[in-house]
């Protein structure tokens, strides 16, 4: 009888166990919905937020349209773009940030920085593909 008791108490976990290792997985699709309408582009992880006037360089627009990043890059293929990271809240920025749907300012058009100065190459899918 104890050899019974051992038995449940034991295949549970052992159930439990088997399920969560590796093996078959079943993947779930994600829909993102529409692109973030943002006047300088905006970052390439979720949750996708505005970035700020300078964090991308003006490699990533085209005709001052911002060619995407994340699931809506839709950009060149062998793409990798300059960005300048110190603008960025995953690199300890807090200065401000625009908001979905605003326009950008006639003082500061989408693809053209002033003097910007890239730290860091992307390529419009999350990775970095060389720091300098």
């Known amino acids: 009888m104890s050899r019974l ?3 449940f108490l034991v295949a549970p976990a052992l159930l439990f166990l088997g399920c969560a290792g590796p093996g078959p997985q079943v993947g779930v699709g994600l829909q993102y919905g529409p692109e973030p309408m943002c ?3 905006y970052f390439d992880y979720a949750p996708y937020n505005c970035a700020p006037y300078g964090y991308y ?3 990533w627009f ?9 699931p809506w890059y839709h950009g060149p293929a062998r793409f990798r773009g300059h960005v300048d990271n110190h603008f960025d809240p995953q690199h300890g920025y807090h200065g401000e940030m625009p908001k979905r749907g605003e326009k950008a300012t006639p003082e500061h058009r ?3 920085v002033q003097n910007f100065h890239g730290n860091e190459v992307r390529n419009g899918r999350g ?3 060389h720091k300098q």
């Open 39 to 41: 006047p300088y582009g």
């Open 62 to 70: 085209n005709g001052g349209v911002f060619i995407g990043a994340g």
């Open 5 to 7: 008791k051992y038995l």
């Open 57 to 59: 360089g003006p490699e």
């Open 110 to 112: 989408a693809g053209h």
């Open 127 to 129: 990775n970095t593909k």
